[in-house]
């Protein structure tokens, strides 16, 4: 089946440097994609979103990158701090449709 | 900004106890979903509901039901807890604007059953 994946389960950083997370989907008829934050013990909390018709959005401290060709999806996060520990999950979802997929999350663990 | 309540953090229930989760959002939002988080299986679809009154079931609807009365009010029904059911459970809601439909989230509610 089609499924919303992530490379890596976890990720440790250096508090200043910069974090890149990365996701894999497999539905090509995705086209629309968002990065959220969970932070222990919260609900997941919307970071930043894509439509497939760009391959790169910036938000504050935060980028987005998406390449459709190989359907791959990463956040970049700049200067990272402790703040920032925290799973992050890519989701997916078609236009207009109520139907989003997530993937499992990765483990963002930054070190002082 | 968005919020979305959930009337509990935390719940303790013995195996065949029914148990109410009540998820409230106060953004007006026509769909709004019900969800567990398990270790390594991240989020999973209970069910979702389009408006008033309809509900769809989502990926894992058995031994669950709900109740959408109002607008800002989605329940999630475990009719007889079981200790499977031991999870994270996270509602959310959202509109479609401008094409986009981004999911809130609650707080979750970590629930077990012994």
């Known amino acids: 089946g089609e499924s919303v994946g992530l490379h890596l389960p976890t990720l440790s950083v250096q508090e200043g440097d910069n974090s890149i997370i990365n996701c894999a989907y497999s539905n090509s008829a995705s086209d629309y994609f968002i990065w959220y934050k969970q932070e222990s013990g919260k609900g997941p909390q919307f970071i930043i979103d894509i439509r497939s018709n760009m391959d790169k959005r910036q938000g504050q401290r935060v980028t987005v990158l998406l390449n459709k060709t190989v359907k791959h999806l990463s956040l970049q996060i700049a200067a990272t701090q402790p703040g920032d520990s925290a799973v992050y999950f890519c989701?997916?979802?078609?236009?207009?449709?109520?139907?989003?997929?997530f993937g499992a999350g990765t483990r963002l663990t930054v070190k002082p | 900004d968005v919020k979305v309540t959930q009337s509990s953090r935390y719940l303790v229930k013995r195996t065949g106890e029914k148990v109410f989760l009540e998820c409230v959002q106060d953004m007006d939002h026509e769909n709004m979903f019900w969800y567990r988080q398990d270790p390594g299986l991240g989020l999973r679809l209970i069910y979702f509901?389009?408006?008033?009154?309809?509900?769809e079931k989502g990926d894992i609807p058995e031994g669950y039901s709900v109740s959408r009365e109002k607008k800002e009010r989605f329940s999630l029904i475990l009719e007889s807890a079981s200790t499977n059911q031991t999870s994270m459970y996270l509602c959310a809601s959202s509109t479609v604007w401008r094409g986009k439909e981004t999911q809130y989230f609650g707080p979750g509610t970590r629930l077990l059953v012994l």
């Open positions: 509901s389009y408006d008033v009154k309809m509900k």
């Open positions: 989701a997916e979802a078609t236009y207009n449709n109520n139907d989003m997929r």
